[in-house]
């Protein structure tokens, strides 16, 4: 749900440069729509590289335009419009709807859930409905969602989201040998470090460390049912999208994208700005600005 808002409002807080034209009308923003199905109090966006943008724009009865500088205002056709003229419309209409967001998650700790007496909690954290939270710490601004389980050990940062029925911490599937050829626990002392502004996807989980932490970098975001196992190290500002598994003692350098459904072996190296497609499994390193596609792993194109 977002809050009605006043144009110049949201525009105030705006940090990027943009140029805005036609009407100086202060519009009321009621609604996010997508551009074919905005009414007049809407605000939409248009990706620079559509067909016809400029026809689309024309067409949309949305009156608040975000997009991009290559859009000519038709002051005949559509006077009653204002387009936000931006370098990049999504990020600029990500930001602005984001503002207008009413705040569905309160501070405060579900009365269904239980959190340890020595758990280090931020005052502004919201924990929902049947929770664990052990003795961890989590920072300012984060939220735990409905069903989730964090155990001893795990630090977050600010602002990150937990959504519902994560698991963070568990014991990795570290094994040894016994004499008789049967298997008995590694033993499991590091934890899990979550960095600010990570956001983890429902239904997944994330082991802590056997001797060495576990760590997400900063800004990282990781969609729903995806593994990662004990002593992964994962950079800043990736992209784990939905039901990809990272095995054991893995690294993943900064700003990687990893696709739907990617299969990680264990103790190899993701170099920084790779890509790894949709299916792929991962069996050896892949070094900076590569891609791995299937079995394959070839320099990614400009």
Same mark, same amino acid.
């Given at each position: 749900?977002?809050?009605?808002?006043?144009?110049?409002?949201?525009?105030?807080?705006?940090?990027?440069?943009?140029?805005?034209?036609?009407?100086?009308?202060?519009?009321?923003?009621?609604?996010?729509?997508?551009?074919?199905?905005?009414?007049?109090?809407?605000?939409?966006?248009?990706?620079?590289?559509?067909?016809?943008?400029?026809?689309?724009?024309?067409?949309?009865?949305?009156?608040?335009?975000?997009?991009?500088?290559?859009?000519?205002?038709?002051?005949?056709?559509?006077?009653?419009?204002?387009?936000?003229?931006?370098?990049?419309?999504?990020?600029?209409?990500?930001?602005?709807?984001?503002?207008?967001?009413?705040?569905?998650?309160?501070?405060?700790?579900?009365?269904?859930?239980?959190?340890?007496?020595?758990?280090?909690?931020?005052?502004?954290?919201?924990?929902?409905?049947?929770?664990?939270?052990?003795?961890?710490? *989590? =920072? %300012? $601004?984060?939220? @735990?969602?409905?069903?989730?389980? &964090?155990?001893?050990? /795990? #630090?977050? !940062? +600010?602002?990150?989201?937990?959504?519902?029925?994560?698991?963070?911490?568990?014991?990795?599937?570290?094994?040894?040998?016994?004499?008789?050829?049967?298997?008995?626990?590694?033993?499991?002392?590091?934890?899990?470090?979550?960095?600010?502004?990570?956001?983890?996807?429902?239904?997944?989980?994330?082991?802590?460390?056997?001797?060495?932490?576990?760590? *997400? =970098? %900063? $800004?990282?975001? @990781?969609?729903?049912?995806?593994? &990662?196992?004990?002593? /992964? #190290?994962? !950079? +800043?500002?990736?992209?784990?999208?939905?039901?990809?598994?990272?095995?054991?003692?893995?690294?993943?350098?900064?700003?990687?994208?990893?696709?739907?459904?990617?299969?990680?072996?264990?103790?190899?190296?993701?170099?920084?700005?790779?890509?790894?497609?949709?299916?792929?499994?991962?069996?050896?390193?892949?070094?900076?600005?590569?891609?791995?596609?299937?079995?394959?792993?070839?320099?990614?194109?400009?």
């Amino acid at each position: 749900m977002i809050t009605p808002s006043l144009l110049n409002d949201i525009l105030t807080s705006l940090s990027e440069e943009y140029e805005r034209v036609g009407s100086s009308e202060n519009h009321r923003i009621e609604q996010v729509c997508s551009i074919e199905q905005a009414t007049s109090n809407s605000i939409v966006w248009c990706h620079p590289s559509r067909p016809e943008k400029a026809k689309v724009i024309e067409d949309t009865l949305a009156q608040v335009v975000i997009c991009d500088r290559e859009i000519e205002w038709n002051g005949t056709v559509q006077p009653e419009k204002t387009l936000i003229k931006v370098e990049d419309p999504k990020r600029v209409f990500t930001r602005l709807v984001r503002q207008m967001m009413s705040g569905a998650y309160a501070p405060g700790i579900h009365a269904t859930s239980t959190v340890h007496p020595e758990a280090d909690i931020h005052a502004s954290v919201h924990i929902g409905p049947h929770c664990y939270v052990g003795k961890c710490v *989590i =920072g %300012e $601004g984060s939220q @735990i969602h409905g069903n989730s389980f &964090i155990y001893d050990g /795990v #630090q977050l !940062g +600010k602002e990150v989201v937990i959504e519902a029925s994560v698991v963070l911490g568990a014991e990795g599937f570290g094994l040894a040998n016994t004499e008789e050829g049967g298997w008995e626990r590694f033993p499991h002392l590091g934890g899990l470090v979550i960095g600010d502004r990570v956001e983890v996807g429902a239904g997944s989980t994330i082991d802590r460390g056997a001797i060495q932490d576990t760590s *997400i =970098g %900063e $800004g990282t975001k @990781i969609s729903k049912q995806v593994h &990662i196992s004990h002593n /992964v #190290q994962v !950079g +800043k500002h990736c992209l784990i999208t939905g039901g990809v598994s990272i095995a054991g003692s893995t690294v993943v350098g900064d700003f990687v994208w990893i696709s739907p459904g990617v299969t990680i072996l264990n103790k190899v190296r993701i170099g920084n700005h790779a890509f790894v497609a949709i299916g792929a499994t991962v069996t050896q390193s892949i070094p900076d600005h590569y891609q791995a596609i299937g079995r394959k792993i070839t320099p990614k194109t400009s």
